[in-house]
């Protein structure tokens, strides 16, 4: 992972699974802007445990995902 990719987060409590943009990559989690979802445009520091994958750049292109 790195800045630039864009991961699946895993649900958590009442917030679906979502993409995510990362910015910055940490020793135990990760910064950067919720893409979809509830959380969407929101800043954010998910632990590197809530990544579900990083997703294919093809697949951002296409704005699907096999999750959502």
């Known amino acids: 992972m790195e800045p630039g990719d ?15 943009r990362i910015d910055d990559v940490y020793d135990d989690c990760i910064a950067g802007v919720a893409l979809t979802g509830p959380l969407q445009g929101e800043y954010g520091e998910p632990e590197l445990s809530m990544i579900v ?14 999750s959502q």
């Open 6 to 20: 864009i991961v699946l987060i895993r649900a958590f409590d009442d917030v679906p699974e979502h993409w995510f």
């Open 53 to 66: 994958r990083v997703l294919d750049p093809a697949e951002v292109a296409l704005g699907t995902s096999e």
